[in-house]
């Protein structure tokens, strides 16, 4: 959600418009619906409007040469999508500059204690942060005292880049909540919403945390707290490397991510096993044998893994576990056992629903445990232990390779604290990553099923027992990108209301993967055939009925969802496809939710 670049400096022959605008393309994945820059030639130029990153390119002046510029895409919150509420925003002087990233919850009390007559363009909770800062300079304030005096005024999340117009030479940022990364180099730097905006100029980065304040100029990166005390932070190296960000081959990220899982997996068994045994940090193992309950805490696709590793954690290794929706946690908190452990699922790392249960729960003194793609990450740094999922970058808003590995990194914890022999597993999971690829190595088939049934408004996937979690997923993941409404029911469920709603030629996809429900489900899919559903059953071999279309090689009961998902994916993928969708952009969503 909203992406912001800002570069300052003389990197070997660059210019900084092709720099943000290649930054912003880098962080078109977060979702967004506007986009622009500011450069500086002499006076600030704006240039940006609704509409895509492509569409912002035609628009700018090319030929204008500069050393400095901040560039943002806009997900709108306040205010509909259009070029007047588009970033940057100035104040009425134009001497301050803003691109916002996040939400400021108290912009109306501002807005009435300090700009009553304050006459603004836009729609605008940014624009009252530059309109701030010009305020506290006319009274006699430095621009760096003015930007943290406004910073200790707003409630709620920001990644700030702000230009002064009166000093050329630098650039300023600030952070609460949001994220934002500064990129250090050679007679440059930069600031941006993640590495890969950043990481084609420089691989040396400076993670920033909460309430600080940055000045940024092409020799020297400074940190201050909101108090303006200096901060000292070495810098890291970042080893993700450029041409992961990239689609390669592939016409779509999703369809590249899809296909990665195989390799995803085999990292996460690289990464969590020795030759015999297995490698994760003893104090997590310690934290899990001593937790009486697990309190698994997530959103969306992490949300629906926490419902598999629900099953792992209870069913492997006999802790019980709950799994709670992000953002209706700190109202609907449970109530507590005496040694709970808390998990964050999160691809991003950065899902300000769930960092906002981390903040409750760490005042509340429970130990955390972060599991998420993205090291450095603010969910990451703020739990207590983090366990990496070594997946590669995911761009797709759709989640997939997450997923999986999610669920291969809670079943390694699971089965580590049950005691079960380490071969095994890793064999295990070597042999899923095989049948992973068996799934995806027949794309033909998805597509021809897709094509065929999945050209209906609404459409239900259902499931017993873990099936009915990947049920869910399996809806997720449909509805988000091919907008086709989709809902995952247990199946047992459907005749208490749902099948009223099946008609004739109405899509019903069935996952079996357990032996103890496959007559049952079975049944239900008799139901809903013989109300005129069409269907479409995912199975695995030893449990499958000739007319099953999609057939998966066995694998650990336990362990299905890590296969019985691929399949749906690869249907959702193509019925988008088919649609004429913008798969890896789907309309109104943003990659990585930073506000609540
Ligand atoms: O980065 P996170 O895993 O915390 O994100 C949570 C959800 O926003 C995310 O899974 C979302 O539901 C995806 N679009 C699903 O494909």
Known sequence: MCGIVGYIGFKDGLDVKEILLTGLEKLEYRGYDSAGICIYNDGVKIFKDEGRVAHLRQLVDMDVPSNLGIGHTRWATHGIPSQRNSHPHQCHTGRFTVVHNGVIENEIELREQYLEDYDF???TDTEIIAALIEKFVAQGESASLAIRHVMGLLEGSYALGIMDAATPDKFYA??????LLVGVGKNFNMIGSDAMSIIKY???F???????????????????????????RLSYKETLDASDTEKGVYPYYMLKEIDEQPFAIRRIVAEYFTENTYNINPEIVESLANTDRIYIVAAGTSMNAGFVGKQLFESIANIPTEVHIASEFVYNTPLISKRPLFIFLSQSGETADSRAVLVKIKKLGYKSLTITNVKGSTLSREADYTLLLYAGVEIAVASTKAYTSQIAVMAILAANEANWDAKVLKKELALIANVIESITDNKLLFKELADKYLIKRNCFYI????DYYVAIEASLKLKEISYIQTEGFAAGELKHGTIALIENGTPV???ISQENIN???RSNIKEVKSRGAETIVISLKSLSAATDQIVIDDVFPVLAPLVTIVPTQLL?????LGRGLDIDKPRNLAKSVTVE
């Open 463 to 466: 499931g017993r027992h873990i």
């Open 202 to 204: 420089t691989d040396e």
């Open 121 to 123: 363009i836009s729609d």
């Open 174 to 179: 600030a952070k609460n909540k949001s994220p």
């Open 509 to 511: 996809i069935a996952v």
């Open 572 to 576: 959702a993928y193509y019925a988008a």
């Open 206 to 232: 400076i993670e920033l945390h909460d309430e600080e304040f940055i000045v940024l100029s092409a020799n020297e990166v400074a940190i201050y707290s909101i108090l303006g005390t200096r901060v000292d």
């Open 519 to 521: 007559l049952n489900t």
